[in-house]
């Protein structure tokens, strides 16, 4: 077996409710990570790493009295810094929302928290001193057709975050198909991702038609 944090969340649930993995295991290795990485990637506004392993070994105990509160009971889970988790702040990455600890869990983290799993907080404030970050749309061009826009793998983290992104076309490859950049900002701030398009779309100044609509 490789590291615990390279199981599945199933894969991890099962070693765990047979014995052969313990939560606590599991936090250490998702802790080591964060800290041979957080150096270089910043991805965490707050890491409460004593509480993260008291809750470890709280399910360990609960697992051995046979007492698994869900199907995600042990498993680590980052939390975005716009979700309220009760006792832990919430910044939002802007000072427009002052910094609280909330009194309550939001509804997804109660029912996160009733299926057994373990929180910790992620990135949000990173994106604090910056109107917004530009990445590629997709890993290739878009597919020949209409049938298709391509994968959204790359945008599927903003959509499932709640943070505005859009994309602009920036160019076309040498069979005459369309590529572009994704951009994304921090949560309420579109205008700000607005004004940053229409500064790339200036900049860019592309107009080039794909070849599939050039074509009559």
């Known amino acids: 077996m490789g590291k615990p944090r390279e199981l599945t969340i199933r894969e991890a649930s099962l070693r765990m409710q047979s014995g052969k993995l313990t939560a606590e295991k599991l936090m250490e290795s998702c802790l080591e990570r964060i800290q041979a990485r957080e150096g270089v990637i910043h991805a965490w506004v707050e890491v409460y790493e004593k509480e993260a392993l008291a809750e470890a070994r709280r399910c360990d105990r609960e697992f051995r009295r046979g007492d698994r509160l869900g199907p995600l009971h042990g498993i680590p889970i980052g939390v975005k810094d716009i979700i309220d988790v009760k006792g832990q702040y919430t910044r939002c990455g802007t000072p427009v929302y002052p910094a609280h600890i909330p009194a309550e869990d939001a509804p997804v983290i109660a ?53 505005p992104a859009m994309s602009i076309p920036t160019g076309l490859d040498a069979d005459g198909l369309p590529f572009g950049m994704q951009m994304a ?32």
């Open 111 to 163: 029912r996160l928290r009733k299926a057994g799993a373990i929180f910790q907080r992620e990135m949000c404030a990173r994106m604090a001193d910056v109107d917004a970050v530009i990445m590629p749309i997709a890993s290739t061009t878009a597919p020949r057709g209409l049938s298709s826009t391509g994968s959204s793998i790359f945008n599927r983290p903003w959509t499932v975050s709640g943070f």
């Open 185 to 216: 900002a921090q949560p309420y701030c579109e205008e700000q991702l607005l004004d940053v398009a229409a500064w790339c779309e200036k900049v860019l100044a592309f107009t080039a038609k794909p070849s599939e609509v050039c074509s009559p």
